[in-house]
Protein backbone atom coordinates (compact mmCIF):
# COMPACT_ATOMS: atom_id res chain seq x y z
CA UNK A 1 0.00 0.00 0.00
CA UNK A 2 2.96 2.36 0.66
CA UNK A 3 4.26 1.69 -2.28
CA UNK A 4 1.07 2.98 -4.50
CA UNK A 5 1.02 5.82 -2.44
CA UNK A 6 4.61 7.55 -1.91
CA UNK A 7 4.46 8.48 -5.75
CA UNK A 8 1.58 10.27 -4.79
CA UNK A 9 3.24 12.82 -2.77
CA UNK A 10 3.99 15.28 -5.40
CA UNK A 11 0.30 16.73 -7.09
CA UNK A 12 -0.50 14.85 -10.28
CA UNK A 13 -1.23 18.31 -11.69
CA UNK A 14 2.88 18.28 -12.04
CA UNK A 15 2.42 15.98 -14.83
CA UNK A 16 5.13 13.30 -13.13
CA UNK A 17 5.52 10.85 -15.94
CA UNK A 18 6.36 7.52 -13.15
CA UNK A 19 7.12 5.31 -15.87
CA UNK A 20 9.84 7.28 -17.33
CA UNK A 21 13.49 5.53 -17.05
CA UNK A 22 16.72 6.51 -16.18
CA UNK A 23 18.03 5.82 -19.29
CA UNK A 24 16.09 8.45 -21.39
CA UNK A 25 18.32 9.61 -24.06
CA UNK A 26 19.74 13.40 -24.08
CA UNK A 27 17.30 15.89 -25.13
CA UNK A 28 13.91 14.75 -23.12
CA UNK A 29 13.55 16.96 -20.22
CA UNK A 30 11.64 14.25 -18.11
CA UNK A 31 8.70 17.49 -17.69
CA UNK A 32 10.78 20.60 -16.62
CA UNK A 33 7.27 21.93 -14.41
CA UNK A 34 7.71 18.74 -12.55
CA UNK A 35 11.11 19.30 -11.92
CA UNK A 36 10.62 22.99 -11.20
CA UNK A 37 7.65 22.07 -8.99
CA UNK A 38 9.15 19.22 -6.93
CA UNK A 39 12.38 21.09 -6.29
CA UNK A 40 10.42 23.88 -4.54
CA UNK A 41 8.65 21.86 -2.49
CA UNK A 42 11.29 20.18 -1.11
CA UNK A 43 13.12 22.77 -0.56
CA UNK A 44 10.61 24.74 1.42
CA UNK A 45 10.16 21.55 3.34
CA UNK A 46 13.54 21.88 4.31
CA UNK A 47 13.54 26.01 4.55
CA UNK A 48 11.41 25.27 6.96
CA UNK A 49 13.69 23.24 9.37
CA UNK A 50 16.48 25.14 8.49
CA UNK A 51 17.96 22.73 5.54
CA UNK A 52 18.52 22.92 1.92
CA UNK A 53 16.10 19.71 1.62
CA UNK A 54 18.41 17.42 0.05
CA UNK A 55 17.34 14.41 2.00
CA UNK A 56 14.01 14.46 0.81
CA UNK A 57 14.74 15.73 -2.64
CA UNK A 58 16.80 12.22 -3.05
CA UNK A 59 13.72 10.06 -2.93
CA UNK A 60 11.92 12.26 -5.39
CA UNK A 61 14.96 11.76 -7.51
CA UNK A 62 14.86 8.01 -7.29
CA UNK A 63 10.82 7.13 -6.66
CA UNK A 64 9.24 9.42 -8.66
CA UNK A 65 11.87 10.54 -11.52
CA UNK A 66 13.20 7.30 -12.06
CA UNK A 67 16.76 7.86 -11.66
CA UNK A 68 19.10 5.22 -10.75
CA UNK A 69 20.42 5.48 -6.88
CA UNK A 70 24.29 6.78 -8.38
CA UNK A 71 22.58 9.09 -11.15
CA UNK A 72 20.68 10.59 -8.34
CA UNK A 73 23.01 11.28 -5.90
CA UNK A 74 25.18 12.92 -8.46
CA UNK A 75 22.20 15.15 -9.33
CA UNK A 76 21.23 15.24 -5.74
CA UNK A 77 24.66 16.47 -5.25
CA UNK A 78 24.82 19.32 -7.92
CA UNK A 79 21.56 20.61 -7.03
CA UNK A 80 23.15 20.91 -3.09
CA UNK A 81 25.76 22.65 -4.45
CA UNK A 82 23.89 25.50 -5.82
CA UNK A 83 21.46 25.21 -2.68
CA UNK A 84 24.32 25.92 -0.67
CA UNK A 85 25.69 28.63 -2.37
CA UNK A 86 22.55 30.52 -2.55
CA UNK A 87 21.96 29.78 1.19
CA UNK A 88 24.59 31.84 2.38
CA UNK A 89 23.95 34.99 0.98
CA UNK A 90 20.46 34.66 2.27
CA UNK A 91 21.22 33.78 5.87
CA UNK A 92 24.28 37.34 5.95
CA UNK A 93 21.62 39.53 7.34
CA UNK A 94 20.78 37.44 10.28
CA UNK A 95 24.05 36.30 10.85
CA UNK A 96 27.26 38.25 9.57
CA UNK A 97 30.28 36.49 8.10
CA UNK A 98 32.21 38.12 10.84
CA UNK A 99 31.11 36.21 13.57
CA UNK A 100 31.20 32.96 10.75
CA UNK A 101 35.14 33.86 10.34
CA UNK A 102 35.55 34.28 14.07
CA UNK A 103 34.78 30.73 14.58
CA UNK A 104 37.01 29.35 11.94
CA UNK A 105 39.20 26.50 14.24
CA UNK A 106 35.98 24.99 14.38
CA UNK A 107 35.16 25.03 10.94
CA UNK A 108 39.25 23.89 10.02
CA UNK A 109 38.66 21.11 12.54
CA UNK A 110 35.73 19.55 10.90
CA UNK A 111 36.69 20.23 7.50
CA UNK A 112 39.46 18.36 8.25
CA UNK A 113 37.38 15.15 8.72
CA UNK A 114 34.69 15.74 6.11
CA UNK A 115 36.98 16.34 3.15
CA UNK A 116 38.29 13.68 3.40
CA UNK A 117 35.39 11.33 4.26
CA UNK A 118 33.43 12.93 1.26
CA UNK A 119 36.38 11.81 -0.96
CA UNK A 120 35.98 8.14 0.70
CA UNK A 121 32.34 8.29 0.83
CA UNK A 122 31.56 9.11 -2.74
CA UNK A 123 34.52 6.36 -4.36
CA UNK A 124 32.29 3.69 -1.94
CA UNK A 125 29.32 4.83 -3.67
CA UNK A 126 30.34 4.61 -6.94
CA UNK A 127 32.01 0.60 -6.29
CA UNK A 128 28.47 -0.75 -4.83
CA UNK A 129 26.47 -2.51 -6.89
CA UNK A 130 22.53 -0.37 -7.65
CA UNK A 131 20.62 -3.10 -4.63
CA UNK A 132 23.01 -2.20 -2.16
CA UNK A 133 23.42 1.15 -2.78
CA UNK A 134 19.42 1.19 -2.50
CA UNK A 135 19.86 -0.50 0.66
CA UNK A 136 22.43 2.12 1.90
CA UNK A 137 19.95 4.87 1.29
CA UNK A 138 17.03 3.50 2.66
CA UNK A 139 18.96 2.81 6.30
CA UNK A 140 20.94 6.46 6.26
CA UNK A 141 17.22 8.24 5.31
CA UNK A 142 15.92 6.25 8.12
CA UNK A 143 19.43 7.83 10.53
CA UNK A 144 18.71 10.89 9.33
CA UNK A 145 15.24 11.09 10.08
CA UNK A 146 16.01 9.77 13.93
CA UNK A 147 18.78 12.53 13.64
CA UNK A 148 16.11 15.13 13.12
CA UNK A 149 13.97 13.83 15.86
CA UNK A 150 16.39 13.95 18.57
CA UNK A 151 18.58 16.32 17.47
CA UNK A 152 16.96 19.35 15.70
CA UNK A 153 16.33 21.29 19.51
CA UNK A 154 19.67 20.30 20.94
CA UNK A 155 20.19 23.38 23.58
CA UNK A 156 23.88 24.95 23.28
CA UNK A 157 25.22 23.71 26.51
CA UNK A 158 28.06 21.00 24.92
CA UNK A 159 29.69 18.17 26.05
CA UNK A 160 32.75 18.70 28.49
CA UNK A 161 36.09 17.70 26.43
CA UNK A 162 39.60 18.69 27.07
CA UNK A 163 40.85 20.42 24.15
CA UNK A 164 43.17 17.60 22.45
CA UNK A 165 39.73 15.08 22.59
CA UNK A 166 37.45 17.90 21.06
CA UNK A 167 39.78 18.45 17.81
CA UNK A 168 40.19 14.79 17.61
CA UNK A 169 36.80 14.09 18.02
CA UNK A 170 35.85 17.21 15.61
CA UNK A 171 37.86 15.10 12.56
CA UNK A 172 36.20 11.91 13.21
CA UNK A 173 32.25 13.52 13.53
CA UNK A 174 33.71 15.38 10.53
CA UNK A 175 34.79 12.45 8.46
CA UNK A 176 31.40 10.39 9.37
CA UNK A 177 29.32 13.39 8.48
CA UNK A 178 31.86 13.87 4.95
CA UNK A 179 31.08 10.35 3.90
CA UNK A 180 27.03 10.55 5.04
CA UNK A 181 26.93 13.76 2.66
CA UNK A 182 28.87 11.96 -0.26
CA UNK A 183 26.44 8.85 0.30
CA UNK A 184 22.98 10.74 -0.62
CA UNK A 185 23.96 13.50 -2.32
CA UNK A 186 23.25 15.87 0.89
CA UNK A 187 25.28 19.16 2.04
CA UNK A 188 25.16 17.58 5.40
CA UNK A 189 23.51 20.38 7.53
CA UNK A 190 21.44 17.97 9.24
CA UNK A 191 24.35 16.17 11.05
CA UNK A 192 26.80 19.49 11.08
CA UNK A 193 24.28 21.44 12.90
CA UNK A 194 23.41 19.55 16.34
CA UNK A 195 27.62 18.29 16.19
CA UNK A 196 28.27 22.14 16.42
CA UNK A 197 25.86 22.85 19.27
CA UNK A 198 26.29 20.29 21.37
CA UNK A 199 30.45 19.47 20.58
CA UNK A 200 31.32 22.82 20.46
CA UNK A 201 28.37 24.53 22.07
CA UNK A 202 27.96 27.15 18.73
CA UNK A 203 24.56 29.15 18.78
CA UNK A 204 21.91 27.20 16.93
CA UNK A 205 21.34 29.65 14.30
CA UNK A 206 25.49 30.39 13.74
CA UNK A 207 25.50 26.70 13.42
CA UNK A 208 23.40 26.51 10.52
CA UNK A 209 25.15 29.19 8.81
CA UNK A 210 28.49 27.69 9.64
CA UNK A 211 27.51 24.24 7.99
CA UNK A 212 26.82 26.10 4.90
CA UNK A 213 30.46 26.98 5.36
CA UNK A 214 31.13 23.82 5.58
CA UNK A 215 29.16 21.94 3.47
CA UNK A 216 30.35 23.90 0.74
CA UNK A 217 34.03 22.53 0.07
CA UNK A 218 32.67 18.86 1.95
CA UNK A 219 30.40 18.96 -1.10
CA UNK A 220 32.61 20.31 -3.79
CA UNK A 221 35.13 17.22 -3.11
CA UNK A 222 32.41 14.57 -3.09
CA UNK A 223 31.65 16.41 -6.40
CA UNK A 224 35.07 16.33 -7.69
CA UNK A 225 35.22 12.22 -7.17
CA UNK A 226 32.13 11.38 -8.41
CA UNK A 227 33.26 13.38 -11.58
CA UNK A 228 35.76 10.43 -11.95
CA UNK A 229 32.81 8.22 -12.54
CA UNK A 230 30.80 7.17 -15.64
CA UNK A 231 27.74 8.44 -13.95
CA UNK A 232 28.96 12.06 -14.09
CA UNK A 233 27.23 12.13 -17.65
CA UNK A 234 24.02 12.07 -16.13
CA UNK A 235 24.43 15.85 -15.56
CA UNK A 236 25.18 16.56 -19.39
CA UNK A 237 22.28 14.45 -20.60
CA UNK A 238 19.71 16.20 -17.81
CA UNK A 239 21.27 19.67 -17.66
CA UNK A 240 17.67 21.67 -18.53
CA UNK A 241 16.03 19.29 -15.58
CA UNK A 242 19.05 19.99 -13.31
CA UNK A 243 18.87 24.11 -13.68
CA UNK A 244 15.24 23.39 -13.53
CA UNK A 245 15.00 21.23 -10.68
CA UNK A 246 17.79 23.93 -8.78
CA UNK A 247 16.12 27.02 -9.00
CA UNK A 248 12.87 25.27 -7.92
CA UNK A 249 14.36 24.26 -4.89
CA UNK A 250 16.17 27.95 -4.22
CA UNK A 251 13.24 29.06 -4.56
CA UNK A 252 11.69 26.98 -1.71
CA UNK A 253 14.39 27.16 0.33
CA UNK A 254 13.84 30.90 0.89
CA UNK A 255 10.26 30.63 0.81
CA UNK A 256 10.50 28.00 3.76
CA UNK A 257 12.82 30.41 5.59
CA UNK A 258 10.09 33.08 5.03
CA UNK A 259 7.55 30.81 6.86
CA UNK A 260 9.70 29.59 9.49
CA UNK A 261 8.33 31.51 11.80
CA UNK A 262 4.52 30.24 11.07
CA UNK A 263 5.43 26.41 11.15
CA UNK A 264 4.69 24.63 14.10
CA UNK A 265 8.02 22.38 15.06
CA UNK A 266 6.44 20.18 17.20
CA UNK A 267 4.51 18.82 14.38
CA UNK A 268 6.83 19.69 11.31
CA UNK A 269 9.50 17.84 12.43
CA UNK A 270 7.88 14.26 13.29
CA UNK A 271 6.13 14.82 9.82
CA UNK A 272 9.05 15.35 7.73
CA UNK A 273 11.11 12.13 9.80
CA UNK A 274 7.98 10.17 8.79
CA UNK A 275 8.30 11.06 5.28
CA UNK A 276 11.41 9.47 5.27
CA UNK A 277 11.11 6.66 6.84
CA UNK A 278 8.46 6.43 3.74
CA UNK A 279 10.71 7.17 1.40
CA UNK A 280 12.99 4.88 2.88
CA UNK A 281 10.80 1.68 2.41
CA UNK A 282 10.17 3.45 -1.43
CA UNK A 283 13.67 3.44 -1.99
CA UNK A 284 14.56 -0.29 -0.62
CA UNK A 285 15.11 -2.57 -3.52
CA UNK A 286 12.56 -5.35 -3.91
Wanted: hydrophobic share 60%.
Amino acid sequence: MIQRILPLAIPKCFGVHIGMTADTPRGTNRNLPAAFGGGAIIGTLGGLIGLGGAEFRLPLLIGLFRFRALQAIILNKAISLVVIASALPFRAATVPFADIVAHWPIILNLLAGSLLGAWIGAGWATRLQSRTLHKVLAVLMVGIAAVLLVGHDVSASHVPMNETARVLAGICAGFLIGSVASLMGVAGGELLIPTLVVMFGVDIKLAGSMSLVISLPTVMIGFARYSRDQSFKVLAQNRSFLLVMAAGSILGVFLGGLMLALAPQTVLIPALAALLVLSAIKVWPR
